[in-house]
């Protein structure tokens, strides 16, 4: 009985882990969609005013405006300037 339970037990442990791992892993990806969502609505309403709703930024944004400032420039999918 005790030769028969073991493999039986080691199954039943890595069926747990495997499901265990499972649920961590789509609670991840849930959690990270949010995220990903929140940061959607986030850029909408503090960055796309000068960045552009989708990540153009402003005409011209490599010329110096007659303020001395710069226009805001365009972002790759890193977030970073996309010098294209
Ligand atoms: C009032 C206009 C304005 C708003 C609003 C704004 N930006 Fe900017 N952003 C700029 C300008 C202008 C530059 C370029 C600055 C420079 O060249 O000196 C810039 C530069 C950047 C850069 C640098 C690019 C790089 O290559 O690292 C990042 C990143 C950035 N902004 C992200 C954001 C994010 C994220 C938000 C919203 C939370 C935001 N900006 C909101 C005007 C704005």
Wanted: proline share 7%; net charge positive; hydrophobic share 40%.
């Amino acid at each position: 009985m005790r030769r028969l339970g073991r493999p039986a037990t080691i199954g039943a442990c890595a069926l747990a882990v495997a499901l265990v791992a499972v649920a961590a892993y789509s609670a991840a990806g849930g959690g990270r969609r949010a995220e990903i969502a929140a940061g959607r609505a986030l850029y909408a309403a503090h960055c796309a005013s000068c960045h552009g709703a989708d990540l153009e930024g402003q005409p011209e944004w490599q010329r110096t405006l007659p303020s001395g400032r710069m226009p805001a420039p365009p972002h790759d999918a890193s977030g970073h300037t996309d010098y294209g």
